[in-house]
Structures are given as C-alpha cells and as structure tokens.
C-alpha cells in the first residue's frame, strides 16, 4: 500500500486549505485512516481519523474547524481545513491501516508529508 499526499501550501489566518490522500489500493480494506502532523520541534500528533464506518475522531484544537473524509471510490481520504491559525503550521501526514487499532504505529502504512504553513 502507498499513500501519496497532497494540498498543503501556505495560507493565511483564517483561511481554508484541502489536503487529500491517494492510495494506490482499494480503501474499503483500510479501516482507519487519518491525518498526522508534526511541528518543528514537536512530537507527532493525531488530528483526525475516521473508520470505514464512518466513525470519526477529531484533536480537541481542531473540533469544528476540520472535518475528514473518505471516498471508498476515489480511494481517498481528505481533511478539510477551515479557520485556519499559525499554530496548525506543521507537516501533516496521512496514516491507515487495516486494523483500526494501529493507527500511528510504525507498522502502519504512512503517506509522505505535505507542508502547511499559516502565515500573513
């Protein structure tokens, strides 16, 4: 399985950005799947994820203001990103696994990073 990420760039406070997630396989099989970031000089840290139930799970700094989802037949997952702030600057990475239980483990499939930068 490959992930292959895309949609970051850099936006201004309170604008809105959309990152998406292709992989190379059929999702239905992936039944977590989400998105990671990871600041300068911070830990890795879970924004969102949802099931292949739809089931989602959302970092408390981000509740309202990103919403994930997933497209069984694009294969895709995408976070929207709404009101953004400069502390939402990270590398944001999309992560899924079969078991809904390994999310963020290293055993776990991981996308490559797409840079986000919130700046005036």
């Known amino acids: 399985v490959q992930l292959q990420a895309s949609g970051g760039g850099l936006v201004q406070p309170g604008g809105s950005l959309k990152l998406s997630c292709l992989a190379s396989?059929?999702?239905?099989?992936?039944?977590?799947m989400g998105w990671y970031r990871q600041a300068p000089g911070k830990q890795r840290e879970l924004v969102a994820s949802i099931t292949s139930g739809g089931f989602t799970n959302y970092a408390d700094s981000v509740k309202g203001r990103f919403t994930i989802s997933r497209d069984n037949t694009a294969n895709t997952v995408e976070l929207q990103m709404n009101s953004l702030k400069p502390e939402d600057t990270a590398v944001y990475y999309c992560?899924?696994?079969?078991?809904?239980?390994?999310?963020?483990?290293?055993?776990?499939?991981w996308g490559q990073g797409t840079q986000v930068t919130v700046s005036s």
């Open positions: 396989v059929r999702i239905v099989g992936l039944h977590i």
């Open positions: 992560n899924a696994d079969p078991n809904i239980y390994a999310l963020g483990e290293a055993t776990s499939t």
